[in-house]
């Protein structure tokens, strides 16, 4: 992936025959600060990052690398899952205002909301090129807002987008990877046009779900990056049953009442999703098991970044189906000289 800068000054760039939309300084700094400190605080207590330092400068301990899909990413995760103020960063108003334009229509924003905390220097863990509609379902009008709660120079590992690949009009295939959501798209497919930034506090980042997209590997020496993304589409479309649950759930269990917990009594956006009318829909986990068979079949032949998915699996998940199939899987494969 080489990507370059498409809109280095103007106040925003991409369209709707570009499947993304890119807006500089649209989030207010000040609040994104202020977030990034309680964030960073519950990273720190979780002990990721290098003892002594300030946490809002996120220089992460090397010792504490690990990554979605290990139980000691969603300790720490999980934690920070119970800010109010984390939440509540999906609602602001200019990244609704933004949604209300793209949808032309009442905005739902999925309860599910996701923060990515990326290690460095632990690039086969780098998010691969997908189409967010694998992950996250729902409808075909789903618009995801991605954005660095700080600045993301490239090095940190910002996204990076492919302009006009939502024209496919499709899911393509996607098989198994590294990184979060452990599905990509054929990289050799698609080697040309990414574009990507610099990014600063405050610019945000929008696309559709059938745009590919993926994120740098983060090279710096010691930086975590920290950013949000989250979904959106117009109220009352069907929504897959997994966005209703706190992400990661799957991987530990997390209930609403616990992320709820110690919420002041005037937080109103606690289950503000049953004020609605829509379509819970059952997950196409088919994508899922493509991947994990690829993950199977590439252990047999040997290949270590396969093997590490599935003991995470089976690590995970011991008592789940997969979890077994994955243990049976590894004691099959043979074992990396
Ligand atoms: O931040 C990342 O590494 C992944 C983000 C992503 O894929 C998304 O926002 O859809
Ligand atoms: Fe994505």
């Known amino acids: 992936m080489s990507p370059t800068t498409r809109c280095p000054?103007?106040?925003?760039?991409?369209?709707?025959?570009?499947g993304y939309l890119f807006f500089r300084g649209l989030l207010d700094p000040d609040r994104l600060r202020r977030l990034?400190?309680?964030?960073?605080?519950?990273?720190?207590?979780?002990?990721?990052?290098?003892?002594?330092?300030?946490?809002?400068?996120?220089?992460?301990?090397p010792g504490a690398r690990c990554t979605e899909g290990d139980l000691a990413y969603v300790d720490v995760y999980h934690q920070l899952y119970r800010l109010s103020s984390f939440h509540?960063?999906?609602?602001w108003p200019a990244t609704l205002d933004v949604l209300a334009k793209i949808i032309d229509g009442p905005v739902f924003a999925f309860p599910q909301k996701i923060a990515r905390l990326w290690f460095p220097q632990f690039t086969e863990h780098t998010t691969p090129i997908h189409q967010d509609f694998v992950h996250f379902q729902s409808s075909m009008d789903v618009y995801s807002c991605w954005?660095?709660?700080?600045?993301?120079?490239?090095?940190?590992?910002?996204l990076a987008v492919l302009p006009g690949s939502h024209r496919v009009g499709r899911v393509v295939d996607h098989h198994f990877s590294l990184g979060a959501g452990s599905l990509t798209v054929d990289p050799?497919?698609?080697?040309?046009?990414?574009?990507?930034?610099?990014?600063?506090?405050?610019?945000?980042?929008?696309?559709?779900?059938?745009t590919i997209h993926g994120a740098l590997p983060n090279v710096t020496a010691d930086r975590l990056r920290v950013s949000l993304d989250n979904r959106y589409q117009r109220l009352g479309a069907p929504v897959t049953a997994h966005m209703l649950e706190p992400h990661l759930s799957s991987h530990r269990?997390?209930?609403?009442?616990?992320?709820?917990?110690?919420?002041?009594?005037s937080e109103d956006l606690r289950y503000y999703w049953r004020d609605h009318?829509?379509?819970?829909?059952?997950?196409?986990t088919s994508f899922q098991e493509r991947g994990f068979a690829d993950a199977v079949?590439?252990?047999?032949?040997?290949?270590?970044?396969?093997?590490?998915?599935?003991?995470?699996i089976a690590d995970m998940s011991p008592d789940t189906e997969q979890g077994r199939e994955a243990a049976r899987a590894l004691a099959a494969a043979p074992a990396v000289a």
């Open 277 to 284: 009318e829509f379509e819970v829909i059952a997950k196409d």
């Open 88 to 91: 509540r960063a999906a609602h």
């Open 253 to 265: 269990p997390l209930s609403w009442d616990q992320v709820y917990a110690g919420w002041s009594g």
């Open 36 to 61: 990034r400190r309680e964030m960073l605080e519950v990273i720190a207590a979780g002990g990721w990052l290098a003892p002594g330092t300030d946490p809002m400068a996120g220089i992460a301990d």
């Open 147 to 158: 954005h660095p709660v700080g600045d993301c120079p490239r090095e940190l590992g910002g």
């Open 9 to 18: 000054t103007p106040a925003s760039c991409g369209g709707a025959a570009d």
């Open 188 to 210: 050799a497919e698609h080697p040309d046009g990414w574009v990507s930034t610099d990014y600063e506090i405050g610019d945000a980042l929008f696309f559709h779900c059938l």
């Open 297 to 312: 079949e590439q252990a047999q032949g040997g290949d270590p970044l396969a093997r590490l998915h599935l003991q995470r």
